[in-house]
């Protein structure tokens, strides 16, 4: 069964490259982003889990939680990580899942058949301190992610997490963003002191109120 939006993130115990984990414990408080590749020692994969590594630092700001998962087993994620290393500059540092038993693959669907029976597409569940999954993608395995869009896509959820605001095409942090549709305009006043611009009655515009 396919997860869909707003669903509680399934909860499992797992092996990982940093000891064993019960997911909804690991994940604690933050967010947390769980992501599956493929398989290891393989070119994509590589240079997604080194890109991945190089900017942590951007995650951790988010109070975002990164880890990864695949069908191989840990002693081969441990062997991968001197070439994640070599290849992006970063030493890995978040836990890849060994999922040999194909427990968290099925809890998140994360096998689809007509791509591939033996292995993980490229998902990704972005998932709120609440456990509730505020994001699902899914790629191919030709195709690499995009840490750029993985990050705006987070600071779109935690802005509207915390303010009745949407984001709109192509935002970026900084940019202006869009008054909640359930706020009457004397609601938005108050809410939004800055102001707002309206375009058409449903699209009105007032610039990021945490900045
Ligand atoms: C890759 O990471 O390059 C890859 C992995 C599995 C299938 C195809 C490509």
Same mark, same amino acid.
């Given at each position: 069964?396919?997860?869909?939006?707003?669903?509680?993130?399934?909860?499992?115990?797992?092996?990982?490259? !940093?000891?064993?984990? !019960?997911?909804?414990?690991?994940?604690?408080?933050?967010?947390?982003?769980?992501?599956?590749?493929?398989?290891?020692?393989?070119?994509?994969?590589?240079?997604?889990?080194?890109?991945?590594?190089?900017?942590?630092?951007?995650?951790?700001?988010?109070?975002?939680?990164?880890?990864?998962?695949?069908?191989?087993?840990?002693?081969?994620?441990?062997?991968?990580?001197?070439?994640?290393?070599?290849?992006s500059?970063?030493?890995?540092n978040?836990?890849?899942?060994?999922?040999?038993?194909?427990?968290?693959?099925? *809890?998140?669907?994360?096998?689809?058949?007509n791509?591939?029976?033996?292995?993980?597409?490229?998902?990704?569940?972005?998932?709120?301190? !609440?456990?509730?999954?505020?994001?699902?993608?899914?790629?191919?395995?030709?195709?690499?992610?995009?840490v !750029?869009?993985?990050l705006?896509?987070?600071?779109?959820?935690?802005?509207?997490?915390?303010?009745?605001?949407?984001?709109?095409?192509?935002?970026?942090?900084?940019?202006?963003v869009?008054?909640?549709?359930? *706020?009457?305009?004397?609601?938005a006043?108050?809410?939004?002191?800055?102001?707002f611009?309206?375009?058409?009655?449903?699209?009105?515009?007032?610039?990021q109120?945490?900045?």
């Amino acid at each position: 069964m396919a997860i869909r939006l707003g669903d509680e993130a399934p909860n499992f115990t797992a092996d990982t490259t !940093d000891g064993p984990i !019960d997911f909804h414990q690991w994940l604690g408080d933050s967010w947390g982003i769980l992501f599956s590749h493929p398989a290891d020692f393989t070119p994509v994969c590589t240079t997604e889990l080194g890109g991945f590594a190089k900017r942590k630092a951007e995650f951790d700001q988010r109070n975002t939680k990164l880890i990864a998962v695949s069908v191989d087993p840990v002693e081969s994620h441990d062997r991968w990580k001197g070439d994640i290393a070599d290849v992006s500059g970063s030493a890995l540092n978040f836990p890849i899942i060994g999922d040999e038993g194909r427990t968290v693959a099925g *809890l998140y669907d994360m096998i689809h058949p007509n791509a591939s029976d033996t292995t993980t597409v490229r998902s990704v569940f972005i998932i709120g301190p !609440d456990k509730k999954v505020k994001l699902t993608l899914t790629y191919p395995a030709s195709t690499g992610r995009n840490v !750029d869009e993985i990050l705006r896509v987070l600071d779109s959820l935690q802005l509207s997490a915390a303010y009745p605001v949407a984001t709109p095409l192509d935002w970026r942090p900084g940019e202006d963003v869009i008054v909640g549709a359930k *706020l009457t305009d004397a609601e938005a006043t108050e809410r939004f002191p800055k102001g707002f611009t309206t375009v058409k009655p449903y699209l009105r515009y007032t610039p990021q109120p945490n900045q």
